[in-house]
T-cell receptor
Framework: DAKTTQPPSMDCAEGRAANLPCNHS???????VYWYRQIHSQGPQYIIH???NNETNEMASLIITEDRKSSTLILPHATLRDTAVYYC????????????????FGKGTSLLVTP | EAQVTQNPRYLITVTGKKLTVTCSQN?????MSWYRQDPGLGLRQIYY???????DKGDVPEGYKVSRKEKRNFPLILESPSPNQTSLYFC?????????????FGNGTRLTVT
């Protein structure tokens, strides 16, 4: 699976948009970009995923560059409850019998939302 | 409510005393997995299971056993726990065969081995 690079930490004011970048320059054509977050030692929570088109759901938006080498997760109106570690993960979508579907979470970006 | 349930949430035990951490999911997922999370090392996969009676080692399987006798349950067994197994453990599950099925995680089990 392709490796990702994220900034270790970011701050965001409550109510403002939080834009979390991720570089994945070695991504393959069949690999998706997934975002998860982990709030203070709770289980990681799925946010969104995409292949090449921009995606939006009730939690966030995902913007993927045309060359697919980077992406940005956008939380449009950050709240204090969005303070968490955000993980960008790149991998094939459907696990095969040999892959184990292990996700390489890396170190992620620690987002602090301030009042 | 669709969920992955782990028990117990917290466990303190002594070296060598066998323990089992249970994991159950109510989403009819084929795939289940165990991770451990340690400071500076991130989440690492211990074992996974693609279906009933099918289990495979992940990246850090030493000292652990698992079983998958039923689709919904995937217990993690530590036959002889040691202090280096002190960690935060997560169980996860997903459907196989679809791009829109992410991993669902339990809320974790914090294990301390003294």
């Amino acid at each position: 699976d392709a490796k990702t690079t994220q900034p270790p930490s970011m701050d965001c004011a409550e109510g403002r948009a939080a834009n979390l970048p991720c570089n994945h320059s070695t991504i393959s054509g069949n690999e998706y970009v997934y975002w998860y977050r982990q709030i203070h030692s709770q289980g990681p929570q799925y946010i969104i995923h995409g292949l090449k088109n921009n995606e939006t759901n009730e939690m966030a938006s995902l913007i993927i560059t045309e060359d697919r080498k980077s992406s940005t997760l956008i939380l449009p109106h950050a709240t204090l409850r969005d303070t968490a570690v955000y993980y960008c993960i790149v991998r094939v979508a459907v696990p095969d019998s040999n892959s184990g579907y292990a996700l390489n979470f890396g170190k992620g970006t620690s987002l602090l939302v301030t009042p | 409510e669709a969920q992955v349930t782990q028990n117990p949430r917290y466990l303190i035990t002594v070296t060598g005393k066998k323990l089992t951490v249970t994991c159950s999911q109510n989403m009819n997922h084929e795939y289940m997995s165990w991770y451990r999370q340690d400071p500076g090392l991130g989440l690492r996969q211990i074992y996974y299971s693609m279906n009933v009676e099918v289990t495979d080692k992940g990246d850090v399987p030493e000292g652990y056993k698992v079983s998958r006798k039923e689709k919904r349950n995937f217990p993690l067994i530590l036959e002889s726990p040691s202090p280096n197994q002190t960690s935060l453990y997560f169980c996860a599950s997903t459907l196989l065969g679809g791009v829109n099925s992410p991993l669902h995680f339990g809320n974790g089990t914090r294990l301390t081995v003294t």
